[in-house]
C-alpha cells in the first residue's frame, strides 16, 4: 500500500510545561527540565524530512512550546519549507509582548487550551489556580495582534454539560475554531477515576449537538478524537467529505515526540521508529504499524464488522487503553452495526 500524504504532523517541541494538568498525555508533568529534547539541527532534520511528505501543517505542541528557547528560529524554518505552521499553548504565558512575537512568527493559527468555560472548572481539572483567566489574558493579547485563535477544550464528565458556554465563549472573543477533545484515558488520563469518563450514550448527544452547531456555521467547530462523530453526520444526511475519516493516525496524521520518538498520534503510544535514527519520511513509508492503521480491513470487533470502518474507523487510542489491542473495537461508540444477512 502506497503511504499518503502527510496532512498533519503534531511536534512535542519540549516535555517542559508550566502546569500539571491531571488529564496530559504525559507522565513525566512534575519533571521540569527538558532532557532529551531535540535539539536545533535534530529538528530542522525531522522538519526537512516532512516536508517531503506533502504540504502538512506543522503544529508545535508540548509540553508548553513557548518554553522552547528557539520556537521562533523553527517557525521561520517550516515557513521557509513552504508549510504551514501552528502552535498550540495553555495560553498562561501569552503577555502583550508575548503575544506579538508570536504574531511576527507568522504562525497560520494558535490553539488555546480551555477545559472549563468558567475558572472553577478549567483550573480544577488544570490544577492550576488562576490559570483561566491567564489564558482569557493571552487568548485578548492574541486578538489585539489579529492572531486566529481556535478554542481546545478536552471534554469529560466535568465538563460535558458546559457544551453551550463554550461555544457562546468561543463565539464571544472571535474564536475562529473551537475543537472539542473527547477525553482518550492515556498518560495522566490514565490516573483519572470512571467519574470523569463519558459513556457511549453521551458522547452520541455530544455528536449530534455539535451536529447541529455545524449546520449554524456561526464558528468552525469539530469532535476531536470522535471518529464517530462522521457516522453520526451520515446517518443524519450531512454532507461528509470523501476525503473525510475519523481517525487520522498513521493515515494522515503523525506526532513525533520531544525525544523525536514517531507515534501515529499523540494518545497512542505505538513506537514507529525514531527521528533520531532515521528519517521521518521513511518511517511514514514503511512503518509496518502505519500500514496496519491505513488498512480498515485489518479492524477487530464490531469495528471490523461496521458499515462505516472506512469513514470512522474508531478511536484506535481508546482501543488500545481498553484491551491492549489498538485494532480492537472502539469502546466509546455505541452503534451497533447490523448483522449481515438482516
Not at 502552535?87 to 504562525?107: E, H, S, W, Y
Not at 490514565?190 to 451536529?211: F, G, K, N, Y
Not at 477487530?300 to 491492549?324: D, E, N, P, Q, V
Request: overall charge neutral.
Amino acid at each position: 500500500m502506497t503511504a499518503p500524504p502527510l496532512r498533519m504532523l503534531f511536534w512535542e517541541t519540549t516535555s517542559r510545561c508550566n502546569l500539571s494538568c491531571r488529564h496530559c498525555r504525559r507522565l513525566d508533568t512534575d519533571d521540569p527540565s527538558a532532557r532529551e529534547d531535540l535539539s536545533t539541527d535534530e529538528a530542522r532534520r525531522m522538519l526537512d524530512s516532512a516536508a517531503t511528505l506533502g504540504r502538512p501543517v506543522v503544529v508545535f505542541s508540548g509540553g508548553e512550546p513557548l518554553l522552547r528557547d528557539d520556537w521562533e528560529t523553527l517557525a521561520g524554518h517550516v515557513r521557509g519549507l513552504g508549510l504551514v505552521a501552528a502552535l498550540a499553548t495553555n495560553g498562561t504565558l501569552v503577555d502583550k509582548p508575548m503575544a506579538g512575537r508570536i504574531a511576527r512568527a507568522g504562525f497560520h493559527r494558535v490553539s488555546v487550551s480551555l477545559d472549563g468555560a468558567d475558572a472553577g472548572t478549567h483550573d480544577e481539572f488544570r490544577a492550576s489556580s488562576g490559570a483561566f483567566d491567564a489564558a482569557m489574558d493571552g487568548i485578548a493579547n492574541l486578538r489585539c495582534e489579529g492572531v486566529a485563535v481556535q478554542i481546545n477544550s478536552t471534554i469529560a464528565a466535568h465538563n460535558v454539560d458546559q457544551l453551550p458556554q463554550f461555544y457562546a465563549l468561543a463565539r464571544s472573543i472571535g474564536a475562529t475554531a473551537l475543537h472539542l477533545f473527547l477525553l482518550v484515558p492515556v498518560g495522566c488520563g490514565v490516573q483519572l477515576d470512571e467519574s470523569h469518563r463519558i459513556a457511549p450514550e453521551t458522547i452520541e448527544r455530544v455528536l449530534e449537538w455539535v451536529c447541529e452547531r455545524q449546520a449554524e456555521g456561526a464558528v468552525e467547530i469539530r469532535a476531536t478524537c470522535a471518529p464517530h462523530y462522521y457516522r453520526v453526520a451520515a446517518q443524519r444526511g450531512l454532507a461528509v467529505s470523501p476525503r473525510a475519516r475519523g481517525c487520522l493516525a498513521g493515515t494522515g496524521v503523525v506526532f513525533v515526540s520531544h525525544r523525536g520518538e514517531v507515534f501515529p498520534c499523540g494518545y497512542l503510544p505505538v513506537t514507529c521508529g525514531s527521528v533520531r535514527e532515521g528519517e521521518l519520511g521513511e518511517i511514514w513509508r514503511t512503518s509496518p504499524v502505519l500500514a496496519e492503521l491505513r488498512d480498515p480491513s485489518r479492524l477487530g470487533g464490531k469495528c471490523g464488522a461496521c458499515g462505516y470502518r472506512a469513514l470512522c474507523g474508531g478511536c484506535r487510542a481508546r482501543a488500545l487503553a481498553a484491551t491492549g489491542d489498538y485494532l480492537a473495537a472502539e469502546p466509546a461508540c455505541r452503534y451497533a452495526p447490523p448483522r449481515r444477512g438482516t
